[in-house]
C-alpha cells in the first residue's frame, strides 16, 4: 500500500500469477482495508502487471472439500465486505483480464474505472464451479441476473466498451491511463464531508434494496443527519457567498 495524501493506493502484486488470489492476498486485503490510517479518506485498488486479477488462484482449489469450500468463500465475503462497507469510499483501476474473482473484487468497489485493455468474464461456469467471493450478489446489481447467467452458462468475455456499456465499469479511459484517473477520481472523493461519503457507502445501497416507504424514511434520517453536520453547512454557506464552485455544463 502506498499513501498518496489522502489516498490509500492499493496494488494486487502477483503479477507472475495475473494477481490470481490465493489465501494470503485475500487475508491481506481483508487486512489492509480493515485498518486503513486515520488519514486515509479514499482508496484505489489496481493491479500490477499485465491484468488486474485472474480471480481465485485455482491451484488451491483442488485440495478443499465442502465443508472448507464454505468457510474459504465466507472469508471472501468477509475481505469484500471490508472494502464495500468499509470506511472509505474505493475506486477500481481495471485493466487487462477482470475474471471470476477479479470481478466479484472490483464489484465490491465503489467506482470502476477500466482502461481500453480490459475484458471481463466469469470462468466459474466453464470450470464446473461457481462464484463464491460475493459475485452472485453483488455483479446482477450492476449488470442484471440475465446477463450474469450468460456470461457464466456460455463463458462470455465483454470487452472494454461492452463493459462500460452495461454497467460492469462507470468509466472508460485510454490504456494505461486507469490508474492515474481512478486516483484523481479518489482524491476529488477524498475531499467530499465524511457523512456524504458514509451516506453513499452505507446508506445508498440499503435504502435501494428497501421497500418504498422504508426506503423514503431512511432517507429522511440520514439526510437530515448529514445536512446537521457543520460540514455540511459550511459549504452551502461557501456556495452561497460565492465561494465554491457552481456545477458546469458536461
Ligand atoms: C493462474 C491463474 C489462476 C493465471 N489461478 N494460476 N480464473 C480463471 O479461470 C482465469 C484463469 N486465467 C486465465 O484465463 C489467464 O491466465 C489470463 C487470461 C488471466 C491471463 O492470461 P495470460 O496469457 O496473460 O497468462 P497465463 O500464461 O495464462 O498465466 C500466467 C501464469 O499465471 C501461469 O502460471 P505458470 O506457472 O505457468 O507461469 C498460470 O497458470 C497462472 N495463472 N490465472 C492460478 N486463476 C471466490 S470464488 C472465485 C472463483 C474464480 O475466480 S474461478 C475463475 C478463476
Known sequence: MDIQGQVAVVGLSRPTKRNALNDGLVEALRDVFQNLPTEVAAAVIHGQGEHFCAGLDLSELKERDAGA?????????????????????????????VVGGGLELASACHIRVADESTFYALPEG?????????????????????????????????????????????????VGDALSHAITLATRIATNAPLTNFALMHALPRIAEQAADHGFFTEALISSIAQADPQAKARVNAFLQGKAAKVTKA
Do not use: C
Open 126 to 174: 466453464t470450470r464446473g464451479i461457481f462464484v463464491g467471493g460475493g459475485g452472485s450478489v453483488r455483479i446482477p446489481k450492476l449488470i442484471g441476473a440475465a446477463r450474469m447467467t450468460d456470461m457464466m452458462l456460455t463463458g462470455r468475455v465483454y470487452n472494454a466498451q461492452d463493459g462500460e456499456r452495461i454497467g460492469l465499469a462507470q468509466y472508460l479511459v485510454p
Open 69 to 97: 469450500g464454505v468457510l474459504h468463500s465466507r472469508s471472501w465475503h468477509v475481505a469484500l465486505n471490508a472494502i464495500e462497507q468499509g470506511r472509505v469510499p474505493v475506486v477500481a483501476a481495471l485493466h487487462g483480464a
